[in-house]
């Protein structure tokens, strides 16, 4: 097997400490994964793999966001990549790569891998959000290794979210992980692209991303990369809206494999002072509720709610007012003795499907409903108290 060199500008970085973490998102773009211009190598995918190997047997957990299915489609039939049908053939490409691309992480790993393939409409819908959250975490709890795309095959050009940076950030919020890793074919952020500019100077911490700082990032270095260093920093700001820490590292660089694995960082660290917490309470505070939608709960349930912070269980429930999705934000009132409001937040169960478990156990849901989206109707890290 090939070993990557570290690349002459990696030494423009100075070693830092890097993040402290549990659950991470790895974003592993197509420059690493069909470095030579073919089809997928696993000469980069290697090291990157002993990176997340070596964090699972600490009892962490890692979801990989994968590009590379394009460029692996191409190496399986280099005549379709030519051909006149660009969106159609690009959505066979991905769908011929995309086996193959599953392939090559299960290589390297003893748990299985499970392919997640996600659209823009997963991403927006609110219920198709929650579900693509419900199945990634259940996955992590199974103790397999996730790997996900965006499912190009369906996405047609308007509803493309097109790139994978923006994906991971979006991944990484959707699991709540505390770093977005974006491995890529360059050190870090530069001032400029340093394939173009050789005065460009390495960037090792970022605490905002201004319109300055987007100015500084070009396109894409590659023939199989999309976006280049705009897209990981738009990735960065949506990672950070969220709270959650990014870091841009070279995935060809055995120095930076290196550094991570001792919990150093030789790359970028974009980290703009928002805790998660801070930022999904703030955002669970703001986002509007469905007017007129709510969920009523008896004394008990709101004191658990209000003073022990727990989650809302059908228990406690004596109805809903109005009509509601499963995913909305609705208020949370009592009127035992006049009306409080309570507190806000997500709703795992529609407004009829309340009204069917209130006063139940959980127990219940399953036989009352005929299905179950778990035993919070709303979990206590999707409400906030008011
Ligand atoms: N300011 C910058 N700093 C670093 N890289 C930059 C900058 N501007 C543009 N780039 C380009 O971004 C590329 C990485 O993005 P991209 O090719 O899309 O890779 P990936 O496939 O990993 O997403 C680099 O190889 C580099 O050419
Ligand atoms: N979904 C596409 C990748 C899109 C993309 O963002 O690519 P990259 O810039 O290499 O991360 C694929 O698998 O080919």
Request: aromatic fraction near 4%; proline fraction near 4%.
């Amino acid at each position: 097997m090939n070993v990557a060199t570290d690349t002459p500008a990696c030494s423009a970085f100075v070693e830092q400490p890097g993040p402290v973490w549990r659950r991470a998102v790895l974003k592993v773009g197509s420059s690493l994964l069909a470095a030579d211009g073919g089809g997928l190598t696993p000469r980069f995918a290697l090291g990157l793999a002993q990176f997340v190997s070596a964090n699972l047997a600490l009892g962490r957990e890692v979801v990989i966001v994968s590009s590379g299915a394009v460029a692996a489609g191409r190496a399986v039939l280099p005549k379709l990549a030519d051909s006149g049908a660009p969106m159609a053939a690009r959505q066979a490409l991905a769908a011929l790569g995309q086996a193959q691309l599953i392939g090559l992480w299960q290589r390297f790993f003893d748990r299985p891998v499970a392919q997640v393939l996600l659209t823009h409409d997963d991403l927006r819908n609110r219920r198709r959000y929650l579900n693509a959250r419900a199945t990634l975490t259940e996955l992590l709890r199974l103790g397999t290794l996730p790997v996900v795309n965006e499912n190009d095959t369906v996405s047609v050009d308007e509803l493309k979210l097109g790139d994978n940076d923006n994906l991971a950030a979006i991944v990484a919020a959707l699991i709540d992980a505390e770093v977005l890793f974006i491995a890529t074919d360059i050190d870090g952020l530069y001032s400029a692209n340093p394939r173009i500019d050789p005065a460009a100077q390495p960037i090792g911490s970022v605490a905002a991303i201004t319109p300055d700082l987007l100015a500084l990032a070009g396109g894409s270095g590659s023939s199989v990369g999309t976006g280049g260093m705009r897209t990981k920093l738009d990735a960065a700001a949506k990672a950070a809206a969220a709270g959650i820490e990014t870091v841009l590292f070279n995935g060809t660089s055995p120095a930076a494999l290196r550094a991570l694995a001792h919990g150093q960082l030789l790359g970028t660290r974009i980290r703009t002072g928002q805790t998660r917490l801070a930022a999904r309470k703030y955002w669970l505070r703001h986002v509007p509720a469905v007017a007129g939608a709510a969920i009523v709960v008896d004394a008990g349930a709101a004191r658990a709610i209000g003073g022990k912070g727990a989650s809302l269980l059908p228990g406690g429930i004596v109805g809903a007012d109005g009509e509601f999705a499963r995913g909305d934000m609705v208020e949370i009132v009592c009127r035992d003795d006049g009306t409080q409001h309570v507190a806000r937040g997500i709703s795992q169960y529609s407004a009829g499907d309340i009204r069917r478990i209130a006063r139940r156990h959980t127990r219940d849901i399953d036989a009352t409903l005929g299905y179950n989206y778990g035993e919070n109707v709303v979990h206590r890290d999707d409400m906030v108290t008011l």
